[in-house]
């Protein structure tokens, strides 16, 4: 088996946590599952699920990206990973940053 096809479905694989997670909290609305978050200080419940349910979906396409374009472009695997890692650091940063939003003191 190609080692691209299998890095493409590894990181296949570790997306779909995520997808299962933003579907939890983001259509669900169980923002019960956001570690160290209490609900009962949360403002705007709706919009806090939508906001997380959207970082940890993007994230997850991301994820599952990085694997195609490895799959794709085997050469260029340090690019793709750099640019990946960057990427799904900016939007844990922009997870966490946004949750304060929504959180009331």
Not at 75 to 93: N, R
């Amino acid at each position: 088996m190609n080692s691209g096809l299998i890095i493409f479905l590894v990181m296949l694989f570790c997306a779909l946590p995520l997808y299962v997670i933003a579907y939890l909290i983001g259509v669900k609305k169980r923002i019960g599952l956001i570690s160290g978050l209490n609900p009962a200080r949360v403002a705007d419940q709706d919009g806090l699920a939508r906001w997380a349910g959207l970082m940890l979906f993007l994230m997850g396409t991301v994820t599952m990206l990085m694997g195609l374009a490895i799959y794709l472009f085997m050469g260029k695997i340090m690019t793709i990973t750099l640019g990946g890692v960057a990427l799904i650091s900016a939007l844990s940063i922009a997870l966490i940053v946004g949750i304060q939003k929504y959180v009331t003191d």
